[in-house]
């Protein structure tokens, strides 16, 4: 649909309203890395299993602009080419304890956010000096963009962080709903 938008080796933080009228920095949290328009790329999220707790939920998709709920994809990082397993390792490292208590999908994402800011064979994936920023900024778009989702409206929004440094990030693309 619209993954020609998206950057390819684009690693994305999606949000999803949890209710309508949505609430104020009340948000589903997960990760999309994006591969090119004609495959798509891979959602990774955890989902609350009833009283059983928390079950991962990774997988390819061609439809994640599809997702019930969705508000849209907010870019973070570009992963070269060839480090897309060793992001995709670094993401499923906590999948184990998702059941730990006080893990939250947005705990559980902040968590591979810091993996990712370690450097690894001379490369550092998320380029961010400060996760708490990041996460503000997040809740902001996404807080900006809330009804939308609500209203189901298309095109989805993507954003660009401002606050890390990767030069392969689109900083003047479309911004939607005048966020700036």
């Not at 209203?151 to 911004?175: E, L, T, V």
Request: aromatic share 12%; net charge neutral; proline share 6%.
């Amino acid at each position: 649909m619209y993954l020609d938008s998206l950057t390819p080796g684009g690693l994305y933080i999606i949000l999803f309203i949890r209710g309508d009228p949505p609430s104020m920095n009340d948000f589903h949290w997960g990760l999309y890395l994006h591969h090119d328009s004609n495959y798509g790329g891979t959602k990774y999220h955890i989902k609350k299993e009833g009283s059983s707790g928390w079950i991962t939920d990774h997988g390819h998709t061609r439809g994640v602009f599809k997702s019930f709920l969705l508000v849209g994809l907010f870019q973070i990082a570009t992963v070269p080419q060839g480090r897309e397993s060793h992001v995709d390792e670094k993401i499923r490292s906590y999948d184990p304890s998702i059941n730990t208590p006080g893990v939250t999908c947005r705990v559980w994402v902040l968590w591979v956010l810091a993996l990712l800011q370690q450097p690894a064979n001379g490369y550092t994936v998320l380029r961010c000096n400060n996760l708490n920023e990041l996460e503000e900024e997040i809740k902001q778009w996404g807080n900006a963009n809330a009804q939308s989702a609500a209203d189901n409206g298309q095109p989805r929004p993507i954003g660009y962080s401002s606050k890390i440094h990767c030069p392969n990030i689109k900083i003047f693309a479309y911004w939607p709903l005048g966020f700036l």
